[in-house]
């Protein structure tokens, strides 16, 4: 059936001239999904915005996995702090990322974008288990791949997870999407005063313990040399621009 329904997809779009990548990995948090206002589930305008950011990415060529958390939903370390079991919460969580990683499908193809959500449990019955290089095949055909479930395993955040499929389908860069513009010296909510880093070395970013990305996933992207860029997702063409090799945000090298 997944043969047959491949031979219906149209030719994958030739890369556009003047992108500087042509294969990434986007990470979305869970809470980016409610808006800039936060809360809980899932904003329909924030999942139709993000999702008309990547479909003109994806026309444009450019081959597109998107690892999504489930903050919005439930996050694993809040269930375990409050007396849970830190393995358990942290299964709730995978399955809290599948509910967001379907919703972010229904946008995507209805934005005209053919989409495949791969997860690291298996659920055959909404997705695809994830294998690394079908994985692969499903993006040089021109979907957009959507990685639910983390790594499988608990104790491992999403971004440890986005930076592992980075490595795994030789992406060129991961591309951090959060709520502010970059990375700061300090929380830019809480200090009107807080400096903007254009660039950060791993390992300053390791020893400043800057809470962006967990320690695993920087360290990870360190030994593979993949660049990490951080920059704000609501921003109009922002997704688009870094794709280009443009400026903004911060870029972790």
């Known amino acids: 059936m997944a043969a047959e329904q491949d031979s219906l997809l149209p030719p994958p779009p030739r890369p556009a001239a003047g992108l500087k990548y042509r294969r990434i990995v986007l990470k979305l948090s869970g809470e980016a999904l409610c808006g800039e206002e936060g809360g809980f589930g899932i904003r329909p305008e924030t999942l139709h915005h993000v999702a008309a950011e990547i479909a003109e990415l994806q026309r444009m060529g450019v081959q597109i996995g998107v690892v999504v958390g489930g903050g919005n939903i439930f996050r694993g370390l809040k ?136 320690s695993t996933a920087v360290t990870l992207c360190r030994e593979n040399k993949m660049p990490i860029r951080v920059f704000k997702l609501m921003t109009r063409g922002n997704i688009l621009r870094v794709c280009r090799g443009e400026e903004i945000g911060t870029i972790v090298d």
């Open 79 to 214: 269930g375990a702090s409050a007396g849970m079991d830190r393995s358990q919460s942290d299964y709730m969580g995978m399955l809290a990322t599948v509910i967001n990683a379907l919703a972010l499908q229904d946008a995507l193809e209805k934005a005209g974008v053919p989409t495949r959500v791969m997860t690291a449990i298996e659920i055959r019955q909404v997705a695809e288990p994830y294998i690394r290089r079908r994985a692969m095949r499903h993006l040089e055909k021109g979907s957009v791949v959507i990685f639910a479930a983390g790594t499988g395993n608990p104790f491992f955040s999403t971004d440890t997870a986005a930076a592992l499929r980075a490595m795994e389908i030789q992406a060129q860069a991961l591309f951090k999407a959060t709520k502010v513009e970059g990375i700061y010296d300090r929380d830019p909510v809480r200090h009107e005063g807080a400096q903007m880093f254009a660039h950060l070395s791993y390992d300053r970013f390791l020893a400043d313990r800057i809470g962006v990305m967990d």
